[in-house]
T-cell receptor
Framework: AQTVTQSQPEMSVQEAETVTLSCTYDTSESDYYLFWYKQPPSRQMILVIR??????QNATENRFSVNFQKAAKSFSLKISDSQLGDAAMYFCAYRSANTGNQFYFGTGTSLTVIP | NAGVMQNPRHLVRRRGQEARLRCSPMKGHSHVYWYRQLPEEGLKFMVY????????ESGMPKERFSAEFPKEGPSILRIQQVVRGDSAAYFCASSPRTAPNTGELFFGEGSRLTVL
């Protein structure tokens, strides 16, 4: 089974600064999707950004961007110009594009934004 | 277009009672997933269903847990004879079809089960 590892249980960042959340995964597949989901205190899971493994270009969504290193199986999330509303749990997730439909989630990183 | 709707948002049960959690997927979505989130942990896959079919239940405990997604009506996650260890947030998610697609899951707000 695929595994997703988030090695940073907690991170903090000063408002307006930049923070990077780490994620690594283990798979033998070549075609898959990677995601970052945000879970604020309301607990709703919100998609932040997605990346298709076949795309070499790193995905970007406004202040959120990823550093996708396929060979290293690394998928980090960079949040620029951090805002108080960015405070949440962030989960990295993997989904095969070919077999099955499970999402595999990491254990999450709790991000605190300091005013 | 309404999102994934889960109810109840909060459910309290005593040990030995039954818990039923309901999930209506987004309009046009025919695939439903259930995940469990224990306190301070990530989401653990439980079951994946399509209309009238269980596709993958590899994450479901063998006993006391069952899920269905009937032709009409919401998907239901049923927990019989609940124990304190069942206390968790249960999330439902839906997607429009299998891969390839946008790949993402759309989540409901979760149902928090507390077993006294």
């Amino acid at each position: 089974a695929q595994t997703v590892t988030q090695s940073q249980p907690e991170m903090s960042v000063q408002e307006a600064e930049t923070v990077t959340l780490s994620c690594t995964y283990d798979t033998s597949e070549s075609d898959y999707y990677l995601f970052w989901y945000k879970q604020p205190p309301s607990r709703q899971m919100i998609l932040v950004i997605r990346q298709e493994a076949y795309k070499q270009q790193n995905a970007t969504e406004n202040r959120f961007s990823v550093n996708f290193q396929k060979a290293a199986k690394s998928f980090s999330l960079k949040i620029s110009d951090s805002q108080l509303g960015d405070a949440a749990m962030y989960f990295c997730a993997y989904r095969s594009a070919n077999t099955g439909n499970q999402f595999y989630f990491g254990t999450g990183t709790s991000l605190t934004v300091i005013p | 277009n309404a999102g994934v709707m889960q109810n109840p948002r909060h459910l309290v049960r005593r040990r030995g009672q039954e818990a039923r959690l309901r999930c209506s997927p987004m309009k046009g979505h025919s695939h439903v997933y259930w995940y469990r989130q224990l306190p301070e942990e990530g989401l653990k896959f439980m079951v994946y269903l399509q209309k009238e079919n269980i596709i993958d239940e590899s994450g479901m405990p063998k006993e006391r847990f069952s899920a269905e997604f009937p032709k009409e009506g919401p998907s239901i996650l049923r927990i019989q004879q609940v124990v304190r260890g069942d206390s968790a947030a249960y999330f439902c998610a839906s997607s429009p079809r299998t891969a390839p697609n946008t790949g993402e899951l759309f989540f409901g707000e979760g149902s928090r089960l507390t077993v006294l």
